[in-house]
Protein backbone atom coordinates (compact mmCIF):
# COMPACT_ATOMS: atom_id res chain seq x y z
CA UNK A 1 0.00 0.00 0.00
CA UNK A 2 1.93 3.23 -0.83
CA UNK A 3 1.83 5.37 1.92
CA UNK A 4 0.45 9.14 1.85
CA UNK A 5 2.91 11.88 1.02
CA UNK A 6 3.48 14.53 3.49
CA UNK A 7 1.91 17.92 3.71
CA UNK A 8 4.76 19.81 1.47
CA UNK A 9 4.92 22.89 4.28
CA UNK A 10 6.67 20.63 6.21
CA UNK A 11 8.23 17.49 5.16
CA UNK A 12 11.72 18.78 5.69
CA UNK A 13 11.09 19.13 9.51
CA UNK A 14 8.83 15.98 9.78
CA UNK A 15 12.01 14.47 8.00
CA UNK A 16 14.37 15.89 10.22
CA UNK A 17 12.62 15.04 13.26
CA UNK A 18 12.18 11.38 12.20
CA UNK A 19 15.73 10.90 11.31
CA UNK A 20 17.22 12.65 14.99
CA UNK A 21 14.54 10.24 17.02
CA UNK A 22 15.89 7.24 14.92
CA UNK A 23 19.33 7.65 16.04
CA UNK A 24 18.20 8.42 19.56
CA UNK A 25 19.83 12.43 19.37
CA UNK A 26 18.83 15.55 20.86
CA UNK A 27 17.86 18.27 19.14
CA UNK A 28 20.97 20.59 20.54
CA UNK A 29 23.29 17.47 19.18
CA UNK A 30 22.13 18.14 15.85
CA UNK A 31 22.52 21.63 16.06
CA UNK A 32 26.16 21.87 17.66
CA UNK A 33 27.03 19.05 15.36
CA UNK A 34 26.06 21.59 12.44
CA UNK A 35 27.80 24.58 14.06
CA UNK A 36 25.30 26.36 16.26
CA UNK A 37 26.39 27.22 19.49
CA UNK A 38 25.13 25.18 22.62
CA UNK A 39 22.76 27.66 23.97
CA UNK A 40 20.75 28.25 20.64
CA UNK A 41 20.94 24.87 19.19
CA UNK A 42 17.84 22.75 20.59
CA UNK A 43 15.83 25.96 19.77
CA UNK A 44 17.19 26.28 15.89
CA UNK A 45 16.60 22.69 15.48
CA UNK A 46 13.33 22.79 17.28
CA UNK A 47 12.00 25.75 15.04
CA UNK A 48 13.04 23.82 11.87
CA UNK A 49 11.34 20.30 12.92
CA UNK A 50 8.23 22.35 13.41
CA UNK A 51 8.03 24.31 10.22
CA UNK A 52 8.47 28.12 12.07
CA UNK A 53 11.67 28.58 9.99
CA UNK A 54 12.79 26.54 6.76
CA UNK A 55 16.14 25.89 7.07
CA UNK A 56 17.98 27.37 4.28
CA UNK A 57 19.66 24.95 1.74
CA UNK A 58 23.23 25.30 2.99
CA UNK A 59 21.71 24.27 6.26
CA UNK A 60 19.58 21.55 5.35
CA UNK A 61 22.36 20.21 3.65
CA UNK A 62 24.47 19.72 6.98
CA UNK A 63 21.86 18.71 9.09
CA UNK A 64 21.37 16.13 6.70
CA UNK A 65 24.94 15.01 6.42
CA UNK A 66 24.82 14.77 10.34
CA UNK A 67 22.25 12.46 10.23
CA UNK A 68 23.86 10.15 7.87
CA UNK A 69 21.31 11.22 4.77
CA UNK A 70 21.84 12.36 1.56
CA UNK A 71 19.42 16.31 1.06
CA UNK A 72 16.92 14.83 -1.06
CA UNK A 73 15.84 12.62 1.74
CA UNK A 74 15.09 15.79 3.43
CA UNK A 75 12.49 17.20 0.91
CA UNK A 76 10.77 13.73 0.47
CA UNK A 77 6.89 13.88 0.22
CA UNK A 78 6.58 10.15 0.01
CA UNK A 79 7.84 8.12 3.41
CA UNK A 80 7.94 4.91 0.72
CA UNK A 81 10.66 6.39 -1.42
CA UNK A 82 12.40 8.14 1.32
CA UNK A 83 12.83 5.12 2.52
CA UNK A 84 14.69 3.99 -0.55
CA UNK A 85 17.01 7.28 -0.82
CA UNK A 86 18.25 6.50 2.73
CA UNK A 87 18.77 2.75 2.53
CA UNK A 88 21.03 3.79 -1.08
CA UNK A 89 22.62 6.25 0.72
CA UNK A 90 23.98 3.78 3.63
CA UNK A 91 25.17 1.23 0.78
CA UNK A 92 28.94 1.99 -0.55
CA UNK A 93 29.14 3.71 -3.81
CA UNK A 94 29.78 0.46 -5.79
CA UNK A 95 27.22 -1.06 -4.08
CA UNK A 96 25.05 1.81 -4.70
CA UNK A 97 25.76 1.96 -8.45
CA UNK A 98 25.26 -1.61 -8.82
CA UNK A 99 21.63 -1.78 -7.07
CA UNK A 100 20.91 1.72 -9.50
CA UNK A 101 22.02 -0.23 -12.27
CA UNK A 102 20.15 -3.69 -11.59
CA UNK A 103 17.12 -1.05 -10.77
CA UNK A 104 17.37 0.39 -14.39
CA UNK A 105 17.75 -2.52 -16.35
CA UNK A 106 14.62 -4.04 -14.71
CA UNK A 107 12.68 -0.92 -15.63
CA UNK A 108 13.42 -1.04 -19.16
Avoid: F
Avoid at 16 to 27: I, K, P, T, V
Avoid at 31 to 43: F, T, W
Avoid at 85 to 105: H, Y
Amino acid sequence: MPSEPLESSNVVGHRMRSRREELGWSQEKVGVLIGIDESSARARISRYELGLHEAPVKTARQIAEALGAPLEYLYCEDDNLAAVLLSLAKLKPNARKQVVSRWLAELA
